[in-house]
């Protein structure tokens, strides 16, 4: 089968740089993708992995290791409006994990 | 506006009824999803489609069906509704497969 395992919750600052790790087990690997979901809203898609190394947009960032089966998603100058949860999915099935909830702080 | 339309937003089941949720994209998407989200939870795949025709079960198919006769549609099925259905369903579609999802706005069920 497939599992994520991510942390329940991360608080941060304003303007600081935050990371939500995610570690994954499955028998096949067709790449890992993040999603936004602001209370309980429709999830929004915000970055995919499919190869080692790290894709950049904008302010977020993700990461990938599959020898580790490992990733992370990477949030710069934080804003009050990146509170909110944020699930890794592990691509195919498009299996969620548990999600991360982000407060970001004044 | 171009996205996956869900209807309806908000119903009121009573137990033993039966009702069907709507999903309809208009990408041309082959890729769809259904998802249950429980309060504080994550997303639990229902059901899943493919293409017109071709569809498949999820970690958590019990108590639902689905059909795909149309590339658009994707309707889920509830048969003898019961309180642990009680969730919010959000459907999603992609081109890709491995990512880029679309997700509805999501229905709200209560069971009572």
């Known amino acids: 089968g497939q599992s994520l395992e991510q942390p329940s919750e991360v608080t941060a600052v304003e303007g600081a740089i935050v990371q939500i790790n995610c570690t994954y087990q499955?028998?096949?690997?067709?790449?890992l993708s993040w999603y936004q979901q602001h209370d309980g809203g429709a999830p929004t898609f915000l970055s995919y992995n499919a190869l080692d190394g790290l894709e950049e947009t904008g302010r977020f960032s993700s990461f990938l290791s599959r020898s580790d089966s490992y990733g992370y998603l990477l949030l710069q100058e934080l804003q009050m409006k990146d509170s909110a949860s944020y699930f890794c999915?592990?691509?195919?099935?498009?299996?969620f994990g548990q999600g991360t909830e982000l407060s970001v702080k004044p | 506006n171009a996205g996956v339309t869900q209807t309806p937003k908000f119903r009121i089941l009573k137990i033993g009824q039966s009702m069907t949720l709507q999903c309809t994209q208009d990408m041309n998407h082959n890729y769809m999803y259904w998802y249950r989200q429980d309060p504080g939870m994550g997303l639990k795949l229902i059901y899943y489609s493919v293409g017109a025709g071709i569809t498949d079960k999820g970690e958590v198919p019990n108590g639902y069906n689905v059909s795909r006769s149309t590339t658009e549609d994707f309707p889920l099925r509830l048969e003898l509704a019961a309180p642990s259905q009680t969730s919010v369903y959000f459907c999603?579609?992609?081109?890709?497969?491995?990512?880029?999802?679309?997700f509805g706005s999501g229905t709200r069920l209560t069971v009572v």
């Open positions: 999603a579609s992609s081109s890709q497969g491995a990512y880029g999802y679309t």
């Open positions: 999915a592990l691509g195919g099935k498009l299996i």
């Open positions: 499955t028998s096949g690997f067709y790449g």
